[in-house]
């Protein structure tokens, strides 16, 4: 198991930037991949960006060129910067982690950091 704690969120303008934060209760090293999904009100939670254990990284159309992931092994976490934020940013941000069991993958989740674009 692994327990996933968020930070980061809050209010921000149009064009401005935050950085999430994720951290692990347990070396990322033992997990097969991390990411970041969000969820605006009415809508699906969609894949914002993942980065596996082998440092391959997928991001959604919607973000490339504006967001980067990236991880810290000492430190169990894994970043999202935010840059050139939108308005059609704004939702639910959760960390996700997929680990390895037998017969096939399990989700964890954290608890969602709220991010809000908006002059």
């Known amino acids: 198991q692994v327990q996933l704690v968020e930070s980061g969120g809050g209010l921000v303008q149009p064009g401005g930037s935050l950085r999430l934060s994720c951290t692990a209760s347990?070396?990322?090293?033992?997990?097969?991949?991390m990411g970041w999904y969000r969820q605006a009100p009415g809508k699906q939670r969609e894949l914002v960006a993942a980065?596996?254990?082998?440092?391959?990284?997928n991001y959604a159309d919607s973000v490339k060129g504006r967001f980067t992931i990236s991880r810290a092994n000492d430190k169990n976490t894994v970043y999202l910067q935010m840059n050139s934020l939108k308005p059609e940013d704004t939702a639910v941000y959760y960390c996700?982690?997929?680990?390895?069991?037998?017969?096939?993958?399990?989700?964890?989740w954290g608890q969602g950091t709220q991010v809000t674009v908006s002059s």
């Open positions: 996700n982690a997929v680990l390895l069991v037998i017969g096939g993958t399990t989700d964890y």
């Open positions: 347990r070396s990322i090293f033992s997990i097969n991949a």
């Open positions: 980065i596996s254990s082998g440092s391959r990284i």
